[in-house]
């Protein structure tokens, strides 16, 4: 069975950077089908970044992380993901999850992801 392990999480001040990674157990997810979701306390679940199927396919970005947070892949590692965060506001703490092989790819609704990984904390300070 599948595993995904994310990691990177932290706590920065505003303006800051992190990168967070989501590393699969076994390369059977299609790295093309893939989503970032967070969730802060007392909201809903949100897709951030979900990829659509394929490198021809334009990657979503929710409109709030737009400019800001780049989807990307591990070119040697290729069952690893990364969420490149730049330029942080206190409304981007959450937790931040990585979710794999959707019932179709490119949802942003997360109840269509089979796997998801544990979760890393983003805290940011103003």
């Known amino acids: 069975q599948g595993q995904l392990v994310e990691s990177g999480g932290g706590s920065v001040q505003a303006g800051g950077s992190l990168r967070l990674s989501c590393a699969a157990s076994?390369?059977?997810?299609?790295?093309?089908?893939m989503a970032w979701f967070r969730q802060a306390p007392g909201k809903e679940r949100e897709a951030v970044a979900v990829r659509g199927g394929s490198p021809l396919y334009a990657e979503y970005y929710a409109d709030s992380v737009k400019g800001r947070f780049t989807f990307s892949q591990d070119n040697d590692a290729k069952n690893t993901m990364y969420l490149q965060m730049n330029n942080l506001k206190p409304e981007d703490t959450a937790m931040y999850y990585c979710?794999?092989?959707?019932?179709?790819?490119?949802?942003?609704?997360?109840?269509?992801?089979?796997?998801w990984g544990q979760g890393t904390q983003v805290t940011v300070s103003s």
């Open positions: 076994a390369y059977v997810f299609s790295p093309y089908c």
């Open positions: 979710a794999a092989q959707p019932t179709l790819c490119g949802s942003r609704d997360g109840r269509e992801y089979t796997y």
